[in-house]
Nanobody, 124 residues
Framework: QLQLVESGGGSVQPGGSLRLSCAASGFTLDDYVISWFRQAPGKEREGVSSISPSDGSTYYADSVKGRFTISRDNTKNTVYLQMNSLKPEDTAEYYC?????????????????WGQGTQVTVSS
């Protein structure tokens, strides 16, 4: 069974940090672009970051550029999203998704596999 499982969400104060993990089972991530999306209540799903399996190229939404870092460890079949300098507007459910491709992109309907999501809450 092909599955993505996110972990690492939680509640932090503004300025804090969290590291999200996206672990794959049932398939290897070597041939898959992995992206992180987020969705806040009442808002559309937003593509946050993406990483290529081939050359490690990355994409970041302007809203997170300079604060978030995406990385992958193919030996652990896991992708990470390090989130620093968190802001209240980062509060959302975060999802990872996989697409068999090499091109980074954050068009959600193109993704084949999705995790169940992990909640991130940034509040004082």
């Amino acid at each position: 069974q092909l599955q993505l499982v996110e972990s690492g969400g939680g509640s932090v104060q503004p300025g804090g940090s969290l590291r999200l993990s996206c672990a794959a089972s049932g398939f290897t991530l070597d041939d898959y672009v992995i992206s992180w999306f987020r969705q806040a209540p009442g808002k559309e799903r937003e593509g946050v970051s993406s990483i290529s399996p081939s050359d490690g190229s990355t994409y970041y939404a302007d809203s997170v550029k300079g604060r978030f870092t995406i990385s992958r460890d193919n030996t652990k079949n896991t992708v990470y999203l390090q989130m620093n300098s968190l802001k209240p507007e980062d509060t959302a459910e975060y999802y990872c998704a996989a697409r068999r491709d090499t091109v980074v992109l954050v068009t959600s309907w193109l993704y084949d596999y999705w995790g169940q999501g992990t909640q991130v809450t940034v509040s004082s």
